[in-house]
């Protein structure tokens, strides 16, 4: 029988104090970072409104609801970049490159250029086309 091991920390998934760890590394370090806000506004559990963050069709984080998450990024190395909303809502991809000590601020929300009817219908249609991530100028 194996002994019984206990997680560091109670409560908390290893991928996200891994996650956490990376944020911090990445406020200090001199690479470019690139940081992911969501303005996405949630009602309830914010674990059920977490958007996820892809680079290259692999999941690297995670961004609660009306927070953010900064990632370390390789200089001048083009990147595909998309949010994801549950399983099948999904941003369209952005392709990011940053140079040494860059660093770039992109948003992740729902469109809230339409009306909630239309929204609801291109949510309910397009769901891999209904949310919107975008770079802040």
């Given amino acids: 029988m194996e002994p019984l091991t206990m997680h560091p920390f109670p409560g908390r998934s290893s991928l996200e104090v891994e996650m956490d760890n990376l ?3 990445s406020a200090t370090s001199e690479h470019p970072t690139l940081t992911i806000e969501s303005k996405y506004r949630w009602v309830g559990d914010p674990r059920f409104g977490r958007f996820q963050l892809y680079r290259d069709g692999r999941k690297v984080g995670r961004v609660d609801p009306e927070r953010s998450l900064s990632l370390k990024v390789t200089d001048g ?3 595909r970049y998309q949010v994801r909303f549950w399983h099948w809502y999904r941003s369209e991809e952005i392709m990011v490159a940053l140079g ?4 770039l601020v992109m948003t992740a929300d729902i469109d809230r250029s ?3 009817l239309a929204r609801m219908r291109k949510m309910g249609l397009h ?3 209904s949310l919107i991530l975008k770079v802040v100028e």
Wanted: glycine share 0%.
């Fill in 23 to 25: 944020s911090a590394q």
């Fill in 77 to 79: 190395v083009e990147h």
């Fill in 100 to 103: 040494e000590r860059q660093k």
């Fill in 114 to 116: 339409l009306s909630v």
């Fill in 127 to 129: 769901p891999r086309r």
